[in-house]
Structure formats: structure tokens, C-alpha cells
């Protein structure tokens, strides 16, 4: 993997854990000369992995609207910053960079970014690893709805096994480079 897009909050959260891992997983990513392709707001968790992945040295690539540019949130320092005119086009943009897709905690457009990812791998419009960072616990009421689906019959299992889940970046990235597309949905 040359690239990775991380989809994360544009506030801190209410815990410190959560930068504190974010911080980790950019040094990590650096250190693996892996570029980072996110949202391009120096704000939150987004500015967070950011400032530590270009500590380190390391490349990143955000890609943001130009409305939320121009409320200047966009971080300035960047390796390189790709300016787009809709938040549709901003998705489809790191969808096209990125070799695999991360979520972090954040709120619902953190969701919607990565449900995007998760349905087109499951229809076969995507054929790239995403996980789930689940940081102290974050997304064990989602990964129960994930279960709730399969046992309703509105997911089928290998559907549900499309995304990974761990709570340590570095088993993550073990799971994600091991990652085979699974076989077009068919109805």
C-alpha cells in the first residue's frame, strides 16, 4: 500500500485517547512512507494525523471543497492540497488516490465517507481494503449493528467481512495487506 485515506473528525472528541492514537498511526504511516490522502482541514483528528505524519517527514495529500477551504480550515502545510467544488467530488477524488480507506472516530460525515467505500467494495465498484480504527471501544455500537444486520438477513456474512476491525494500527495494516476482493455481489 502507497496510500492510505482516513476519514476522521474535524473536532478532537471528548477524550485524549483519540488524538493520542491518531498522532501514533501518522508516525506509523510516515514511517512506512505511506502517503496520507484526507480530508485537508487542519481542525480535529483531520488536522491531527496530519501535523504528525509531516513531523515525520512524511507525504500527505488533502482533498477538500472549496467552501470549506475558503472558511480557511485547510491546512497550509501540506505536501500537496487538491481544491474540488463538491463534497461528492472530494470522495470520489480520494476514492481514485487511495489504495485503502481508514476510519477513525468522527461523526457522521466520517460515517458517510466510509459506508461509501464499504458499499462499493460489497457491489464490486471498489476492490480496495477498508477498516475500522476502533479506538477505545469508538465503534463497537456500529460493529454490533454490522451483526444485527447479518442475523436480520439485511447483510450477508461475506458482505460483512468486506471491512476490517481492530483496535491497534499496526494488526489493522497486517489485516488490510492481506486483503483479497471478494467475489462480485450477485442477486
Keep these: 500500500m502507497k496510500s492510505i485515506a482516513v476519514y476522521c473528525g474535524s473536532s478532537l472528541g471528548a477524550s ?3 488524538k493520542e492514537q491518531a498522532i501514533l498511526l501518522g ?3 510516515a ?3 505511506i502517503t496520507l490522502i484526507y480530508g ?3 481542525v480535529g483528528i483531520m488536522g491531527t494525523i496530519a501535523d504528525a505524519i509531516l513531523k515525520e517527514g512524511g507525504s500527505v495529500i488533502g482533498v477538500i471543497p472549496t467552501f470549506l477551504e475558503q472558511r480557511e480550515i485547510a491546512h497550509k502545510d ?4 487538491i481544491c474540488v467544488d463538491t463534497m461528492h467530488e472530494r470522495k470520489a477524488k480520494m476514492m481514485e488516490l487511495a489504495d485503502g480507506f481508514i476510519a477513525l472516530p468522527g461523526g457522521p460525515g ?3 465517507e466510509f459506508f461509501e467505500v464499504f458499499t462499493w467494495n460489497q457491489i464490486g465498484l471498489l476492490q ?3 477498516g475500522i480504527l476502533n479506538i477505545n471501544g469508538y465503534y463497537n455500537k456500529l460493529i454490533e449493528l454490522f451483526d444485527h444486520m447479518v442475523a436480520e438477513k439485511f447483510l450477508q456474512e461475506r458482505s460483512r467481512n468486506v ?3 481492530d483496535d491497534n494500527y499496526e494488526s489493522l495494516f497486517s489485516k488490510m495487506r492481506t486483503y483479497e476482493p471478494p467475489a462480485i455481489k450477485t442477486y
Excluded at 501540506?78 to 492540497?81: A, G, I, S, W
Aim: charged fraction near 30%; hydrophobic fraction near 35%; aromatic fraction near 16%.
Design 16 to 18: 485524549e485517547i483519540y
Design 27 to 29: 508516525k506509523f504511516l
Design 31 to 33: 514511517q512506512e512512507k
Design 40 to 42: 485537508g482541514a487542519s
Design 78 to 81: 501540506l505536501t500537496e492540497l
Design 110 to 112: 466520517t460515517l458517510e
Design 128 to 130: 480496495k481494503p477498508c
Design 163 to 165: 471491512f476490517y476491525v
